[in-house]
T-cell receptor, first 112, second 114 residues
Framework: GDSVTQMEGPVTLSEEAFLTINCTYT??????LFWYVQYPGEGLQLLLK?????DKGSNKGFEATYRKETTSFHLEKGSVQVSDSAVYFC???????????FGKGTTLSVSS | DVKVTQSSRYLVKRTGEKVFLECVQD?????MFWYRQDPGLGLRLIYF???????EKGDIPEGYSVSREKKERFSLILESASTNQTSMYLC?????????????FGSGTRLTVV
């Protein structure tokens, strides 16, 4: 079945460092891909999405490009801030599906 | 501001109790979902519903049931709570895939079964 694999954390960075969180997927057809963020004590919020190959989603300085050839959707940010500390989830929804399938989440901790 | 509201933020129940977790959305969304979130396991889908009185099993439906009598409300029921159901429960709603399908999540209910 469809699945999402993302790098295990925690990821610990200093402020202004470069961030990459790897995400790869297994799915038939052409799924839509998402990154969600969960701040402490809150529910998940959509960070960015891409619905077709080579699309780049971006928001709040974060970017991810839908790479069908490598079945990947890696999350990047050029300069992280303390306020970016959160859990990040990669997710997919296949063409026939209604529900999102999530990765296990990656905890990011940024220190000043 | 559109929202998904879960009735309780924290809940403590005893083993064997029947537990109701309530979720209400004000966005007129067709789809609603219940996930549980556990450390190291991410989010796992329990049940979802794409219309009133309709329900579909997710990946881990055992020990749970759901009810959707009105479009805005989706209830998760633990028929006889057990300690392995201690978890964070997240409700979400979305439009159909053909209309973007974006999810909105509630803030979660942290359930402890003792």
């Amino acid at each position: 079945g469809d699945s999402v694999t993302q790098m295990e954390g925690p990821v610990t960075l200093s402020e202004e460092a470069f961030l990459t969180i790897n995400c790869t997927y297994t799915a038939t057809g052409y799924p839509s891909l998402f990154w969600y963020v969960q701040y402490p004590g809150e529910g998940l919020q959509l960070l960015l999405k891409a619905t077709k190959a080579d699309d780049k989603g971006s928001n709040k300085g974060f970017e991810a490009t839908y790479r069908k050839e490598t079945t990947s959707f890696h999350l990047e940010k050029g300069s992280v801030q303390v306020s970016d500390s959160a859990v990040y989830f990669c997710a997919l929804r296949n063409q026939a599906g209604t529900a999102l399938i999530f990765g296990k989440g990656t905890t990011l901790s940024v220190s000043s | 501001d559109v929202k998904v509201t879960q009735s309780s933020r924290y809940l403590v129940k005893r083993t064997g109790e029947k537990v109701f977790l309530e979720c209400v959305q004000d966005m007129d969304h067709e789809n609603m979902f219940w996930y549980r979130q556990d450390p190291g396991l991410g989010l796992r889908l329990i049940y979802f519903s794409y219309d009133v009185k309709m329900k579909e099993k997710g990946d881990i439906p055992e020990g749970y049931s759901v009810s959707r009598e009105k479009k805005e409300r989706f209830s998760l029921i633990l028929e006889s709570a057990s300690t392995n159901q201690t978890s964070m429960y997240l409700c979400a709603s979305s439009t159909p895939v053909g209309r973007g399908g974006g999810y909105t999540f509630g803030s979660g209910t942290r359930l402890t079964v003792v």
